[in-house]
């Protein structure tokens, strides 16, 4: 049947159900659908697009013997029904196709037809990696398309960054980008010949990498870290991190609920890579998770798994986690443990980081770096000492010059887990002064305050600031021939701090605050509005 026979066949039922109701204007016309057909209609899609490229225009590139297979092997993974059950799988492979343009056209027309949120995509590329310096002077990454020249990298390759920002395009929040590639100078990378002269005369690690940044529910796998090479492999027939990449559909479901995801397969595809390579390939990972991991790559999730303990932070690179005293794995990366209380221990170089009970149940993902912080000390007590003073000369010479005080600050960060903080503070003063040259009293002030601070934190510094209010009680009694007595002054002020405090053997802090309060007090009679000012500095215990 035709298009628009069947139109006409759709408005001539639409039009009998409306006869029907003589009395009603219009009406619902009620259809049967199977259950089936419903869930299949709202079912996320699963899309992949499979990238070898093994010859270039440039002879200067070596040709790569198994590019076109990874991508084909792998397709074979994801379009088995038993497997990866993928509804869409592209191999690109042949020279036209895979230019720059190519690629590049290529991923504009999945985001075409990957248009719900909730669709799993994965772009897949196995190819030449190189280093070139762009037009601004910096050094990028580059993959090396069909039409690209290797002294002439940058004007004629893909840079890393295009085709991250193109990737960062698609429409879905469930997507894979897996880069079987390098860019060291080796195996599966060119560099031109400046460029490499250039690397030749710094010691390795001196550019930091341009890590791709991991937008929500987004992942970027490589096959070799910053200034290492991926190799290929004549035993495995493949590259060596596809290979194992391939094989952990099969067989990496970790913690057993049906399923692999996409760190479950990079995990075990990260560690086989690492011991076939003897530690000279370290596949590594950007990785931003929001809940359980959401990018099914096979199988399906049956069950609840049994939890899992993981961390892809820089933080913890080079971590040892234990659980119950057994090693489980070093970081980054995860393991799957037995539900229940566990004891986790995280240590580096025999110094423990952390030591303690955790308790996990069943398909719970607890991310090792949020756990440390929320074990880490998030209330401080700190002695202060500093100045408290009227902000205008008039006070200050019929009031009360500016004094020391001394007191105590407490301070709760990360309130509901927001970058917030609740700081109490209480402080202090007495002595004796004189007003005019002839007028002596005697003082006692002292403020309590409340305030909420938004905290920045960069390593061990601090930075906080907020709106605060504070209470105010001043005191002063005279004994003069011509006056004896008592004068109270209690008032509310409300204004802001600002402040700073660096952090040193966890425990301990050194701190320094400023505010600016406006409040209202009575003087002589005559209500006013006098501002205030207060500075202090102290060191503090961390809780």
Known sequence: MSARSLCSAVFALLAAGCATGALEKGGLVKLKVEQGALDDAYRPRRFALLVGISQTADEGFRTLRYAEKDASDLSVALRDPAVGHFDDVQVVTSRDATTRAGLLDAVAQLARKATRPDDVVVVYVSAHGTLARDERGVLRRYLVTSDAIVERASQTALSMDALEASFKQLPSRRRLLVLATCHSGGGKSLLPREVEAELATLKAGFYAPPLEEASRASVVLSASDWGETAREDEQLE???????????????????????????????????????????????????????????????????GNPELFSYSQRLDGFELKVDGEVKTELPGGAAVAPGTRRVELTKGGVPLFDGPVVVAEGERIELDAL????????????????????????????????????????????????????????????????????????????????????????????????????????????????????????????????????????????????????????????????????????????
Do not use: C
């Not at 596949?283 to 099914?296: K, Q």
């Open 372 to 543: 440390l912080r929320r074990t880490e000390p998030r209330r401080s007590v700190t002695l202060t000492g500093g100045a408290f003073g009227f902000a205008d000369e008039a006070s200050r010479a019929g009031l009360l010059p500016a004094v020391a005080t001394a007191g105590l600050t407490f301070r709760w960060e990360r309130l509901f887990d927001a970058p917030l903080a609740l700081q109490l503070g209480l402080a202090g003063s007495f002595g004796t002064h004189t007003l005019l040259e002839n007028a002596p009293f005697r003082y006692q002030l002292v403020t309590g305050s409340v305030g909420i601070d938004y905290l920045w934190q960069r390593g061990s510094l601090q930075l906080f600031g907020g709106p605060e209010v504070a209470g105010l009680w001043l005191a002063r009694s005279f004994a003069l021939e011509s006056y004896v007595g008592a004068q109270n002054v209690i008032t509310v002020m409300p204004g802001v701090s600002v402040g700073l405090a660096y952090i040193f053997y966890e425990h301990f802090e050194l701190s320094a605050r400023a505010r600016a309060l406006l409040g209202l007090m009575s003087v002589d009679g005559e209500s006013r509005a006098i501002g205030f000012f207060s500075a202090f500095a102290g060191a503090g215990y961390r809780f």
């Open 238 to 304: 493949n590259d060596i991190y596809t290979h194992f990449f391939v094989e952990a559909l099969a067989s990496g479901d970790r913690n057993g609920d049906g399923a692999v995801t996409a760190t479950e397969a990079h995990d075990w595809a990260r560690r086989r890579t690492y011991t076939f390579t003897k530690g000279r390939q370290r596949p590594s990972a950007e990785i931003l998770e929001v809940g359980a991991d959401p990018i099914v790559l096979s199988g399906a999730v049956r069950r609840f």
